[in-house]
């Protein structure tokens, strides 16, 4: 079993930053692929930025690319988001999510991951 809980989230104003953590325990370390997701009001939860264990090639939605940045503290078992120029769109509630298998291409797909947080809202004004 692996526990998640995400931090981090608040709100801010239109190019503003925020960095949401992710604490993981229980079996974190067998966690291959760490992944934040983020749902929209009136909108399919979609991947924001994964990556690996060994924290090597993280992915990224086109959304958030070149904002957004995902790492990764395998001492502390915990991913960080660090999120920059932050607009209106980018307002949701944000989700870590883990599981075994590795990123791969497949690493968007929500319904392949075993584990969830209950998620932090990030509010963008």
């Known amino acids: 079993q692996v526990q998640l809980v995400e931090s981090g989230g608040g709100s801010v104003e239109a190019g503003g930053s925020l960095r949401l953590a992710c604490a993981a325990s229980g079996s974190a370390a067998s966690m291959a692929c760490m992944t934040w997701f983020r749902r929209a009001p009136g909108k399919q939860r979609e991947g924001v930025a994964a990556?690996?264990?060994?924290?090597?090639?993280?992915w990224y939605s086109e959304a958030v690319k070149g904002r957004f940045s995902i790492s990764r503290d395998n001492a502390k078992n915990t991913v960080y988001l660090q999120m920059n120029s932050l607009q209106p769109e980018d307002t949701a509630m944000y989700y870590c999510?883990?599981?075994?298998?590795?990123?791969?291409?497949?690493?968007?797909?929500?319904?392949?991951?075993?584990?969830w947080g209950r998620g932090t809202q990030v509010t963008v004004s």
């Open positions: 990556i690996y264990h060994s924290g090597w090639e993280p």
């Open positions: 999510a883990a599981r075994a298998a590795s990123c791969a291409l497949t690493w968007a797909r929500d319904d392949l991951y075993n584990y």
